[in-house]
Structure formats: structure tokens, C-alpha cells
């Protein structure tokens, strides 16, 4: 029974979809497929039974997946010690924006109680490269938001936040209980600069182009909006300035925070870390 194997397995459990695990997995569906049969075939019983809309666990498969899973990250583990021992144990990660959420802060911490002898450099990135530099080579790994250019990259969502338009305390619109972008429609929005990745720029001024103060920093957004009257869009979730305030949004989809690495097959590290960061967004405590 093959790692490779084993790592296929997972992704079809994880996706319930022979199509998106194959995409994730950067293969076509017919092997996927068939390494999935010979596997059951090994196994003995079906892992999966299958139906048009997609696949789901049997029994059996339930169990297998557990396994599979703690044989996967025993042997990344392993793997992990081995770096360390060859003094090879580093990892460079990109963090979009604001390393100080929640779910990141939960990320660290149990990286470092399961890997304390890998070495973490991070990287934090501002709002004009959602990429955090993963094409250039400057991370091993990134924490971002999509939608961007995933040319060449793998991308896992970690967790979707609902967005809203943020105002200053005292603008007019700021009395609603929720907007849609068709209220914000005359007013000026912060926006990025030229060069900035086009779906990443068009997802954050709502579909449209926009006029207003060019920004770079999430500070930079705010302080727009407060001294300007600028308006944008934020997460929900994040907590305003003093002066300023978040009005719900309508008709926008959420923003996915994602973790991305370059395509093929991740090293240990990369793997560990992509492991331990669902874990931190999805378990217990988790958004």
C-alpha cells in the first residue's frame, strides 16, 4: 500500500468528488479512479459508494480514513525529524495582511508543539500581493485570501468570512443595518495600485472599477475611510477603528481565507504545516 496511494484516498474523502479530488490533485479523473479500485480491491470491502452528485464513505471507508490519516502524518513527522537531524528543518511562510487572527494564532501554537525543532521565518505580506510572494519563491507556504492568479499553485480554503462595507461612525449609511454594493455605487472606495493581481483587485471594489485613494495596508484602508470619507469593503469580523464602523454587506460572496503552495507534491514541511492549518481553522475552536 502506497503513501501516494494513501494521499489519493484522502483527497476523494476530504472532496466526496472524484472531479475536485483530481483537480486538487492535479491529475486527471480515469487514474484517480482506478488507483481508488485498487485500493478497495487490497482493502478487501468499498471505501466509497458512489452516486451521480459525488461519493461518501462507507463504513469501512470511515475507519480507512482515520488510518490513512495517522499513517500520513506519522510519516511527514518522521520525515520532519529527519530535516531536523540534517539541520534542513525550515520553513518560510507568507501571511497576508494581519498575522494576528485568531485561527492563526491557534495555527502557531500547535505547530510549534508538534514541529518545535522545524524553524518558522514568516513573511508578512501587504494587500498588493495576495500571493505573498509564493510564485517568486520568497515562501515555502502562504496564509492568504482568494481570489487571485493560482497559476502554478495548489490552494486549500480554510474558512469562508462574510464582508461589509466599512464607513465612519458618522456617515448616513452607516444608520443601516446592511448594504448591497448598488448603495455604495457614487461613493469613493480605496483601491490598489496598478499591477495589483486583477481578480484579487475586482473581488475588494466589488465587481466595478472605482476612483479613490490608492491604499496598501489594511491601517491604510482605514485611515482612508476616517480621513477621507472613503468608503471599501472589510471582513465582518474585524473590529473597527475607533471613529469607524462595519455595515454588513449583501450580495457579495464571502472571502476565503486559503492556505496555497506551489503545485506538485509538497515537501514534509510543506505538508505538516498545510495539515496542522486545517486543522486550526476547521477543529475545535476553529471559525
Known amino acids: 500500500m502506497e503513501l501516494r496511494t494513501?494521499?489519493?484516498?484522502?483527497?476523494?474523502?476530504?472532496?466526496?468528488?472524484?472531479?475536485?479530488?483530481?483537480?486538487?490533485?492535479?491529475?486527471?479523473?480515469p487514474p484517480l479512479?482506478?488507483?481508488?479500485?485498487?485500493?478497495?480491491t487490497e482493502?478487501?470491502?468499498?471505501?466509497?459508494?458512489?452516486?451521480?452528485?459525488?461519493v461518501t464513505l462507507t463504513e469501512v471507508g470511515t475507519v480507512f480514513l482515520d488510518e490513512a490519516r495517522d499513517l500520513l502524518d506519522r510519516s511527514d513527522r518522521m520525515r520532519v525529524r529527519v530535516a531536523a537531524a540534517a539541520g534542513t528543518a525550515t520553513l518560510t511562510v507568507g501571511i497576508l495582511g494581519d498575522s494576528t487572527d485568531p485561527d492563526v494564532l491557534r495555527l502557531a501554537a500547535a505547530y510549534r508543539r508538534r514541529h518545535p525543532q522545524v524553524e518558522v521565518t514568516v513573511r508578512e505580506t501587504d494587500l498588493t500581493d495576495p500571493t505573498c510572494g509564493l510564485p517568486a519563491g520568497l515562501v515555502d507556504v502562504a496564509l492568504t485570501r482568494a481570489p487571485f492568479d493560482t497559476t502554478g499553485l495548489t490552494v486549500r480554503e480554510l474558512r469562508a468570512d462574510p464582508v461589509g462595507a466599512l464607513l465612519r461612525a458618522d456617515d448616513p449609511l452607516a444608520?443601516?443595518?446592511?448594504?448591497?454594493?448598488?448603495?455604495?455605487?457614487?461613493?469613493?472606495?480605496?483601491r490598489f495600485p496598478e499591477g495589483t493581481d486583477p481578480l484579487w483587485s475586482a473581488y475588494w471594489s466589488a465587481g466595478r472599477l472605482r476612483e479613490g485613494p490608492v491604499v496598501r495596508t489594511v491601517q491604510e484602508c482605514r485611515q482612508a475611510v476616517l480621513w477621507n470619507g472613503t468608503v471599501g469593503m472589510t471582513l465582518v469580523g474585524h473590529e473597527p477603528t475607533e471613529g469607524l464602523t462595519v455595515v454588513p454587506l449583501t450580495g457579495m460572496p464571502a472571502s476565503r481565507a486559503v492556505v496555497a503552495w506551489p503545485d506538485g507534491d509538497p515537501n514534509p514541511l510543506v505538508r505538516a504545516f498545510v495539515r496542522s492549518a486545517v486543522a486550526a481553522f476547521w477543529g475545535p475552536g476553529g471559525s
Open 33 to 40: 479512479s482506478r488507483a481508488i479500485r485498487r485500493l478497495e
Open 43 to 54: 482493502v478487501g470491502a468499498p471505501l466509497f459508494d458512489r452516486n451521480p452528485a459525488g
Open 175 to 190: 444608520r443601516h443595518d446592511g448594504l448591497t454594493p448598488a448603495d455604495l455605487a457614487d461613493r469613493r472606495w480605496f
Open 6 to 29: 494513501l494521499r489519493y484516498f484522502v483527497a476523494v474523502a476530504e472532496e466526496l468528488h472524484f472531479g475536485r479530488a483530481a483537480a486538487r490533485l492535479h491529475m486527471s479523473q
